[in-house]
């Protein structure tokens, strides 16, 4: 029943912009936290980010610090990643999920920073 599905990735230059979208169903969005991960070939999938329910704690992993931004809409079941100064160590698939167990993983969207 838990659905996640991951949109707005693309092929961007280095020090681009991208906005990504996972839109949640199947369960009660509002009191979840979520987080985005994502994953390079070859290796393992990356904590990328984390917001609480309700938008009030956000967390970053160091290597986009600065350069990304997590936020959700309760209202419409959907959590974003804000993704600008893109460097190609970002090129990745991008996947969203539902703490605090990560059971539900998706297709992904392809993240691509040319150089």
């Known amino acids: 029943q838990v659905q996640l599905v991951e949109s707005g990735g693309g092929l961007v230059q280095p020090g681009g912009s991208l906005r990504l979208s996972c839109v949640a169903s199947?369960?009660?969005?509002?009191?979840?936290?979520m987080s985005w991960h994502r994953q390079a070939p070859g290796k393992e999938r990356e904590l990328v980010a984390y917001i609480s329910s309700s938008g009030g704690s956000i967390n970053y992993a160091d290597s986009v610090k600065g350069r990304f931004t997590i936020s959700r809409d309760n209202a419409q079941s959907t959590v974003y990643l804000q993704m600008n100064s893109l460097k190609s160590e970002d090129t990745a698939v991008y996947y969203c999920?539902?703490?605090?167990?990560?059971?539900?993983w998706g297709q992904g969207t392809q993240v691509t920073v040319s150089s």
């Open positions: 999920n539902r703490l605090p167990v990560y059971s539900y």
């Open positions: 199947g369960f009660t969005f509002s009191i979840y936290a």
